[in-house]
């Protein structure tokens, strides 16, 4: 069963609008929260995390949301650009465990120009 | 600085061949990881190696598939013998002592293996 679930595969948005990106989790464990892009034949790029103690996390253009009694967060990119054009995971580990992470399966943002 | 390098970049072997993938991690980093993308899924871990040490291969799927870090340096993935489901991208990431969350990890571009 997945414990991290993007359950958006696609969104298309228009270049300067806002993407929201949409991730829900199950394991009460995670307490870290990281957002990955990932171009076509490159490995995933770290973006930006958040932990459990803060709702919210801003870098840039980038913003992520936290809402822990509902198990989501969710990735804003304000305004979007058509570079940003990627597939977006989300990701969730336990400081209290091992070190590895749980993703999603991700999802394709396509910015229109 | 150079970054997580892979090879191959793709692979294509038969059922039960032998196939070994090699992972370099950036320079100084003890953390290596090794974590495999099927048919455009979740991405799921490997395993863990802390310097030479396996730390953690939970997500190892079976004793066909055998992670080595020679001298806490690079690391070999071999899977013998392959089978069609082990078809995917497999990715290495490493990352320096500390917390990988805050930070994240640096990801190798893959290998993308396709067993027929």
């Known amino acids: 069963d997945q414990q991290v679930k993007q359950n958006s595969p696609s969104l298309s948005v228009q270049e300067g609008r806002i993407s929201i990106l949409n991730c829900d989790y199950t394991?009460?464990?995670?307490?870290?929260f990281l957002w990955y892009k990932k171009y076509p034949a490159e490995g995933p790029t770290f973006l930006i995390s958040i932990s459990s103690i803060k709702d919210k996390n801003e870098d840039g253009r980038f913003t992520v949301f936290l809402n822990k009694s509902a198990k989501h967060l969710s990735l804003h990119i304000v305004p979007s650009q058509p570079g940003d054009s990627a597939v977006y995971f989300c990701a969730a580990g336990s400081s209290g465990s091992a070190r590895q992470l749980t993703f999603g399966s991700g999802t394709q943002l396509t910015v229109l120009p | 600085e150079a970054g997580v390098t892979q090879f191959p970049s793709h692979s294509v072997i038969e059922k039960g061949q032998t196939v070994t993938l090699r992972c370099d991690p950036i320079s100084g980093h003890d953390n290596l990881y090794w974590y495999r993308r099927v048919m455009g899924k979740e991405i799921k871990f490997l395993l863990h190696f802390v310097k030479e040490s396996k730390q953690d291969e939970s997500g190892m799927p079976n004793n066909r598939f055998l992670a080595e870090r020679t001298g806490g340096t690079y690391s070999t993935l071999k899977v013998q013998p392959a089978e069609l489901e082990d078809s995917g991208v497999y990715f290495c990431?490493?990352?320096?002592?500390?917390?990988?969350?805050?930070?994240?990890?640096?990801f190798g571009s893959g290998t993308r293996l396709t067993v027929v």
């Open positions: 394991n009460s464990m995670f307490d870290y």
């Open positions: 990431a490493s990352s320096q002592g500390g917390d990988p969350y805050y930070y994240g990890y640096t």
